[in-house]
């Protein structure tokens, strides 16, 4: 399902009249009228809407009511002011819906809650099969709004392009917006990583509707393998006035729900300056997908990051005033840092973490893909800027818990940093953060000075070059392995690697993406 991990909505059973088949729906009650306010619902919840439509020309289209609980269908093609009503979103497991033309059908395959935090109100996810002369799948996600009348309207089989892949983020006034995340750039002579996805062509606000690049495994393709989206790329020559570098790569991995993606190599070769990239998808015939033109900047390999002085950062963290904290969220006086509670480990054991973290040696959008990836997650995101003290408040709900696991992702000169909020990375066997880095550099870090306990795993060539567990709660599961040039070595217990995490300006960073998932 193209959905967040775990987020997202209620859509159901469609329709009764032609067109629409559906499991038996419960008594039918009245929708609100057009243009209606939310009120409250006799289960306590504040309804809000979207649209569906259906069709190039969205000559079908469904009003959707949602509550938090129950969810409501109008097919306004039937009319007569009836509405379908489900008591949850397992009520929705095969809806079909006909399109005008007589020859294609929809059939709404999942709907589920997106799980946002409040400060966004509520999201819905929807994923629908295109049956008949053109099909595919397309997965949506949707801000609901609490008029009827300014809705967003989700249009399902609509004109398509290709363009940079997006993913969903908050915005200051409590909306969403999908944008590419990171934005693109290419680095002369390091491969890079291009994403796309194909989406609609005139987006509606609120919402986002794209084309399901992966199976229901979330790994395998939805395309036969020749059927893959295109990047041309045009690099700029190293002298003003030089001819340009051309090159064409095809875009040929899936994953997350609605991603392509690809290596490119970029020539050393080339010049400083903008890359004009075209991506297209001609090998879908069928799709008739629109090409795009974008112009991504080339530029030095970076170097190091500008960070907060380890001695600093302390002092400047803004810690959560006394009373608001979430249980297992602790202030430990008189250093400013959290101290979180047991979370169950990947491992089966409780290990408690002051926020540990991992950075992996490769650019923010490909550590994204692959972390998700990694975890077996439908797609990555949703991702909220956010800065340390917003981090842990937006990630907790109303009554101060955890809505799930949550990382802070920041990118640090060569590195992306996955600071672990909610402490669930706590105790990850060293052969899994291995697996993750590949052939890239990693190194995960973490310790609670409340019970002495630390944690080091240092990856390196596809290797674990150092293991260091240090946990007096569970001696038989210490560890002292292999041996590294990082600072503090050698490692003879937690004290060492608190001396490490403290003096590591690579892992901290005062802002970047939060990502909850469940």
Same mark, same amino acid.
């Given at each position: ?29 009245? /929708? ?107 997965? /949506? ?9 300014? /809705? ?367």
């Amino acid at each position: 399902m193209w959905r967040f991990s775990r987020l997202l909505i209620v859509l159901p059973a469609l329709l009764v009249g032609p067109g629409c088949s559906r499991p038996a729906p419960q008594p039918a009650a009245v /929708a609100p009228a057009s243009g209606a306010e939310s009120q409250p619902s006799p289960n306590g919840g504040r309804p809000v809407y979207c649209w569906l439509a259906f069709g190039s020309e969205a000559g079908r289209r469904v009003l959707v009511t949602y509550d938090g609980r129950t969810l409501r269908l109008e097919d306004r093609v039937r009319g007569g002011g009836k509405a379908d009503v489900f008591p949850s979103p397992d009520a929705c497991t095969a809806v079909t819906i006909s399109d005008p033309d007589g020859r294609t059908a929809y059939v709404v395959r999942g709907v589920e809650d997106m799980g946002l935090v409040p400060d966004l109100g509520r999201g819905l996810a929807i994923d629908v099969e295109v049956t008949g002369p053109v099909p595919y799948w397309q997965g /949506a996600q949707v801000r609901l709004n609490a008029n009827s009348d300014e /809705a967003p309207v989700v249009h399902f089989h609509a004109p398509l392009t290709v363009g940079p892949y997006a993913s969903v983020r908050g915005t200051p006034d409590r909306g969403l917006k999908w944008v590419a995340n990171p934005d693109p750039r290419l680095v002369r002579g390091r491969a890079a990583t291009l994403s796309v996805q194909v989406r609609n062509r005139e987006p509606e606000p609120g919402c986002q509707v794209a084309v399901t690049s992966t199976g229901p495994d979330g790994r395998s393709s939805r395309f036969p393998a020749t059927v893959r989206p295109v990047a041309e790329i045009e690099f700029p020559a190293v002298k003003p006035g030089g001819e340009p570098i051309r090159r064409r790569y095809t875009l040929d991995q899936v994953c997350c729900g609605s991603r392509f993606y690809g290596a490119v190599e970029v020539p050393a070769e080339a010049g400083v300056g903008v890359a004009r990239v075209t991506f297209s998808f001609d090998a879908w015939e069928l799709g008739r997908v629109q090409p795009n033109v974008i112009d991504v900047p080339v530029v030095d390999p970076p170097a190091t990051g500008k960070v907060t002085p380890a001695s600093d950062r302390r002092r400047r963290l803004t810690m959560m005033p006394s009373g608001s904290q979430a249980p297992g969220l602790v202030y430990l006086s008189p250093r400013p840092r959290w101290w979180f509670e047991p979370y169950r480990s990947a491992a089966g054991g409780d290990h408690r973490m002051n926020p540990s973290y991992c950075r992996i040696r490769v650019p923010q959008a490909a550590a994204l893909e692959r972390f998700a990836a990694w975890l077996r997650l439908p797609q990555v995101g949703p991702l909220v800027p956010a800065d340390s003290a917003q981090a842990v408040r937006l990630a907790c709900d109303e009554r101060g818990l955890w809505r799930g696991n949550a990382v802070l992702v920041s990118e640090i000169g060569d590195w992306t940093l996955f600071s672990d909020l909610s402490g669930a990375r706590g105790g990850v066997p060293a052969e899994r953060w291995r697996e993750f880095a590949g052939s890239d550099a990693l190194v995960f870090a973490g310790y609670n000075d409340a019970i002495g306990y630390g944690e080091f795993v240092l990856v390196r060539g596809g290797r674990v070059v150092r293991e260091f567990l240090d946990d007096p709660h569970d001696p038989a599961a210490n560890a002292n392995r292999g041996s590294s040039d990082v600072e503090g070595e050698p490692f003879e217990s937690w004290v060492d690697v608190a001396s490490f995490v403290d003096a590591d300006d690579l892992g901290f960073s005062e802002a970047g993406l939060l990502w909850v998932w469940r």
